[in-house]
């Protein structure tokens, strides 16, 4: 990046892919909450139709969700790595905006 113009086309890029992380974003946290949700309806049931005490039962259950519980688990990962994405990109936003502060100084002397 050398050139005010340069910088505005960097910008530019930066703020398409935040608009598309913004909707990435949403669009995880959504699956996010349903796959969370599975999970938790499985351990109900499986909890409500087994049998034994209280500490088997949940034992039970908790084997018998292993599936929705790992989609749960790669659901919050992929909402962790969109929401880490758009930390990068805000990040990379804001030293994009220092350089190009730095080279309009440079360019008026």
Known sequence: METPGQIVEELQRISR???KGASALFDAEVNLADA????DKSVSLS?????????DRQAVAKLLAIDEKLNADLARAEFNRVKMKMKVLSDTATMTAVISR???LQ???
Not at 47 to 55: C, D, E, I, R, Y
């Open 17 to 19: 892919e935040m608009d």
């Open 36 to 39: 969370e949700a599975a999970y």
């Open 107 to 109: 360019w008026r002397s």
């Open 47 to 55: 909890f409500l139709n087994s049998q034994g005490t209280v500490a």
């Open 102 to 104: 730095n080279i309009e």
